[in-house]
């Protein structure tokens, strides 16, 4: 019965703790269904096995007690003929075959409990299966949107780190207007104060006798 051994964590195994350890979910459940589906095949010929043990347990069990039956009605037919030792004979045979009949009772029930765990362990490895089968699309759809969800989130950090780099930037270019406005400020202090008459002058100091001189000779060669 070394298969009940190999097997007896299957009954009490949890799939979704199993799940909830794994590093990769995907791979985990892919590994799962791989498994218990060799289990599976294992416990399908265990079992039969232990099954066809049970029935024929079973037969031999029944045919003993038919046997039983069948000496007790000789040893009344020997009795109803007056054959007394005969009759003994026949009970003699029945009361060994009433020892083995126990023997073969106790036989029995071990291969029908045997049978009946082996059964339980196969349909909660079907059960198993078919949960993991259910499921499996749902959390592998479940880990890409996860997936997804992390290179969001590096995405963001990066835009949050660029949006870092602008805003020094920003202020850098703050503080090299503030830089130009002050050496302009103090170019103007540097220049002193504005004459408004020396400007003035030079309104009415302009010499246009070059130009004059130019039009008059236009106007000369014009006339001729």
Not at 205 to 223: F, G, M, P
């Amino acid at each position: 019965m070394g298969i009940l051994t190999r097997f007896k964590d299957i009954m009490s195994s949890n799939i979704n703790a199993l799940l909830d350890k794994a590093e990769d979910p995907e791979k985990m459940i892919d590994q799962c269904l791989r498994n218990l589906n060799s289990d599976l095949g294992n416990v399908k010929a265990e079992t039969a096995s232990i099954m066809a043990e049970e029935q024929r347990s079973k037969r031999a069990l029944d045919e003993c007690t038919a046997e039983i039956q069948k000496m007790e009605n000789y040893a009344v037919k020997a009795l109803e003929a007056g054959n007394e030792d005969d009759a003994r004979k026949f009970l003699e045979r029945k009361v060994n075959l009433t020892t083995k009949e126990t023997e073969l009772q106790e036989a029995y029930n071990l291969a029908s409990s045997n049978s009946a765990r082996m059964r339980e362990m196969h349909d909660k490895l079907v059960a198993d299966i078919g949960e993991l089968d259910a499921r499996k699309a749902m959390i592998k759809g479940k880990m890409s949107v996860a997936k997804t969800q992390e290179r969001i989130n590096k995405i963001g950090s990066s835009v949050n780190s660029a949006n870092n780099s602008i805003l020094a930037f920003d202020r850098m270019e703050e503080k090299a207007n503030r830089v130009l406005d002050e050496a302009n400020a103090m170019a103007e202090l540097n220049q002193g104060p504005k004459d408004d008459i020396k400007d003035l002058t030079k309104k009415y100091d302009s010499n246009n006798t070059d130009v004059d001189d130019e039009l008059a000779k236009l106007k000369e060669k014009l006339n001729k």
